[in-house]
């Protein structure tokens, strides 16, 4: 068995990356695409590699040098006009050395697990592409298999149909072809497309042509452990890529520091970002996307339409509301106005202090097990304090903690008696055993209470957080005027516009939503609490606060979850007040992931 790698290509795409070296000499995490496969090739015991170099060829064979001498013997072929052909031009300058051995033909702008190498080799059907079932990252040649794993045909760019993803695989760009196959069927086809069609194309093509004859001897080898590959052909590429294959130290930083994003790693089940897995329901999804034209390719109102449609998606007024894109903006503007001294219950949401300088904030911590507080015990320790502001976020992130409205009301009146203003944060609420009657969004208390400002994001409960909308509501008309103006006019996008403007039709169906996900909530947490080394925290939230007490350490949990599950937590450790105590928060999802995540730390 030989191995031909195809290293002609100039990369443009990474820009500056390939400016003097062709894509192989790409570093991910500090080590070389070709450095990589040359020492998984190393493993195989093959009978040589052939490369074959065009871009900054020199450069390449400088650098591997004579330092893989011990282990591999390597050969080269040039092609001098790789800015005027395409690989099937490369793959042809080496079409003799293709004839005479077994062969492995590697695309070399891809990072794999080393179990890949294995799993073609080990197959005893000579001639095999290796695939993978369609992702949305994934781009170029997909395919289409039978129940044997035949390959019925190549699927090129140009005949790709969204509407078909469900049977298409992609190809990782590894194949395994014989000797005989080689001479009798592709070299035969290569050398006639050629002719007929140039140098200017795809080898993937000649082997679509294959695939047509009545024994094509082609077959596929769907991935089916799991294992990580990764084409790399931009800058994003090798973002996603240098996350994926991160070592266990920079691992949990890499996702981390994303903030989001994760539909780029469709394989990870995401248990740390909060939303509701019921709601939007699919016929809310087909509105939507029915309108997709439209929305695209149209301004949305500015701020005084969509602060009319928001009201009336809470059933308040105008003149109270302002919309935001994502809470997140709305907390930024807000914290910015917020002078004085600020009360905080910690642990908490840290965008909100995090906007204030520590000296401006007066934390209060519970002191018991499971971090639960009332309202009493907020006005019993902020009674000698000076403030000038109180956070609430009601149930409370990350513990779930939940004071009852009654109670909210009472610590408003508290505050409205001292001068103090008064921040709900109520973005959980809906998450809450009764929770049609536990939100403060109706005119009656806002007009009451001209002190209070109550936070929403619609992110969370109304699962669209892709949207990115939330709003802000008070009768305090000088706080909402000022905050409509210091965001820009045009804040939201017509997706998250046309959303607002249609959710008042599916109300029925997010109500029953909201009673799904209580009840998966209760049967969720009799599972977890069955984890001996997690102590589960009750919540009205959607999510759960663990200590992990034995075995592991927050952090090693989180860890051990994510590279060998696929399986994110947050690990809570960093949070303030919770630092060193070994806590994460698990967000609830439906039954099915729930399930998922307890066999795995059942496992552990």
């Known amino acids: 068995m030989q191995a031909i790698i195809l290293a002609a290509g100039m990369g ?92 492995l033909l590697i695309e070399s702008d891809l990072i794999f697990d080393d179990s890949l190498f294995r799993m073609i080799m080990d197959n005893p059907y000579p001639n095999l592409a290796l695939v993978d079932k369609y992702e949305t990252w994934m781009d170029g040649t997909m395919v289409r298999i039978d129940e044997d794993n035949n390959i019925v045909n190549f699927i090129p760019k140009k005949a790709f149909k969204y509407k078909d993803v469900d049977s298409y695989y992609k190809t990782v760009n590894i194949y395994k072809f014989s000797r005989e196959f080689s001479q009798n069927k592709y070299v035969p086809f290569l050398e006639a497309y050629s002719k007929a069609l140039g140098n200017n194309e795809y080898y993937e093509q000649v082997l679509r042509v294959i695939t047509l004859l009545d024994n094509a001897e082609l077959k596929a080898l769907p991935i089916t452990n799991g294992a990580k590959w ?65 929305l695209l390719s149209e301004y949305p109102s500015g701020m005084y339409v969509n602060s009319l449609i928001a009201a009336k998606y809470f059933d308040i007024r105008q003149k109270y509301t302002v919309v935001g894109n994502g809470a997140a903006e709305l907390i930024k503007s807000l914290m910015e106005r917020v002078e004085g001294r600020i009360g905080v219950v910690y642990p908490t949401f840290q965008e909100y202090p995090n906007r204030k300088e520590q000296t401006e904030i007066v934390g209060f911590m519970p002191n018991n097990n499971d971090l639960a507080y009332t309202a009493d015990d907020l006005i019993r320790f902020y009674a000698d304090k000076q403030l000038s502001t109180l956070l609430l976020i009601n149930p409370d992130n990350p513990s779930g903690n939940f004071i009852p409205i009654v109670d909210v009301l009472r610590l408003a009146t508290w505050c409205k008696e001292r001068g103090i203003f008064f921040v709900v944060d109520e973005s959980f609420v809906d998450f809450s055993e009764d929770f049609r009657n536990n939100s403060l969004l109706h005119n009656e208390i806002l007009q009451a209470y001209p002190n209070l400002a109550v936070m929403k994001s619609i992110s969370k409960s109304y699962g669209v957080p892709g949207l990115r909308l939330g709003i802000l509501a008070s009768s305090d008309e000088a706080l909402i005027n000022w905050m409509k103006h210091d965001v820009s006019i045009w804040n939201i996008n017509s997706f998250a516009e046309f959303y607002m403007q249609i959710f008042g039709k599916y109300q029925k169906d997010y109500d029953r939503a909201c009673q799904k996900f209580i009840a998966e909530r209760k049967r969720f947490m009799a599972r977890l609490t069955d984890i001996p080394f997690l102590r589960v925290i009750p919540s009205q939230a959607n999510y759960f606060l663990c200590q992990v007490t034995e075995k592991y350490t927050s952090e090693e949990l989180t860890r051990r979850l994510l590279m060998d599950f696929n399986i ?37």
């Open 568 to 604: 994110l937590i947050k690990d809570c450790d960093n949070k303030d007040g919770l630092e060193n105590k070994n806590y994460v928060r698990i967000a609830v999802r439906d039954q099915k992931d729930n399930d998922t995540l307890v066999e795995a730390l059942k496992t552990l």
């Open 12 to 103: 443009r795409r990474l820009g500056e990356y390939t400016r003097d070296n062709t894509k192989c000499m790409l570093p991910v995490n500090g080590v070389r695409l070709i450095d990589r496969v040359l020492g998984q090739l190393s493993q195989l015991g093959l009978s040589r590699v052939v490369i074959v170099v065009g871009y900054k060829g020199q450069n390449l064979i400088d650098y591997i040098g004579h330092r893989y001498d011990d282990s591999l013997k390597i050969e080269y072929v040039d092609n001098p006009v790789y800015d005027k052909t395409n690989n099937i031009y490369s793959l042809s300058l080496a079409k003799e050395k293709l004839q005479e051995d077994d062969t």
């Open 230 to 294: 990764y084409e790399i052909d931009d800058v994003q590429d090798l973002d996603i890529a240098e996350t994926l294959f991160a070592d266990k130290d920079e691992f949990m930083y890499r996702y981390n520091m994303r903030f989001g994003g994760h539909w780029r790693f469709p394989k990870l089940l995401d248990f740390c970002y909060l939303v509701n897995p019921y709601f939007p329901t699919a016929h809310m999804k087909d509105e939507l996307r029915a309108n997709f034209d439209i």
